[in-house]
């Protein structure tokens, strides 16, 4: 039985809630207009939201959740978020990079 990745989606929507937060009310409802009649708009916010849960560390229950989606027959496409590979990439480079924070403490 498949079981559906939660924590990956509640990072996204957490991020996506942290970035309006930082917003004053006209911005706000400005990124809100702009999100429901701008593909393009919602694609980058969407894209930059993923980008955010890799570098908080959920990058590979994206990965999972991503996987399972495509189990169930459903794709993910640049308007989702970050493809796969994106994902895969940034998630080594950000795995990468704590490494050698970690080593440059000692
Ligand atoms: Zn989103």
Redesign the pocket.
């Known amino acids: 039985m498949l079981t559906l990745p939660k924590s990956s989606r509640i990072a ?2 957490l991020c ?1 809630i942290d970035a309006d937060l930082r917003l004053g009310v006209f911005q706000r409802q400005l990124a809100w207009e702009r999100y429901s009649q701008s593909r393009w708009y919602r694609m980058r ?2 894209r930059n ?1 993923e980008r955010r849960v890799i570098e908080l560390g959920y990058g590979e229950c994206l990965l999972e959740l991503i996987r399972y989606a495509r189990r169930l027959g459903y794709s993910f496409e640049r308007e989702h ?1 970050l493809l796969y590979a994106e994902v895969l990439r940034a998630e080594a480079l950000r795995a990468c990079n704590s490494r050698m924070a970690a080593a440059n403490r000692y």
């Open positions: 996204h929507e996506h916010e969407e939201t978020g």
